[in-house]
């Protein structure tokens, strides 16, 4: 319960902005990684086989994930600056 408790406090007591440029970088970061890591994967077989697909099924969880960071992060600038 403490722990809940002070994770709410800290997240209270964030600056708005601060929050957005994370949750940015993050899915900037997330979505970079995850298109080098497939490019290394196709590189690496040197074709596209049953194993490669499934990589890149696998990775567009992660590129969609990254994706809501971002729009996330775009809201929060967006109301934090009265905007909305």
Do not use: C, W
Request: charge should be negative.
């Amino acid at each position: 319960m403490e722990t809940a408790l002070t994770a709410s406090v800290v997240l209270s007591s964030m600056d708005p902005l601060f929050i957005a440029s994370t949750l940015n970088i993050i899915g900037d970061i997330l979505i970079a990684v995850v298109v080098f890591n497939v490019h290394f994967h196709i590189f690496k077989e040197r074709s596209i086989d049953l194993d490669v697909l499934r990589t890149m099924r696998r990775e567009q969880v992660y590129i969609v994930i990254g994706i809501m960071l971002l729009v996330a992060s775009y809201l929060i600038e967006i109301f934090n600056a009265g905007l909305v």
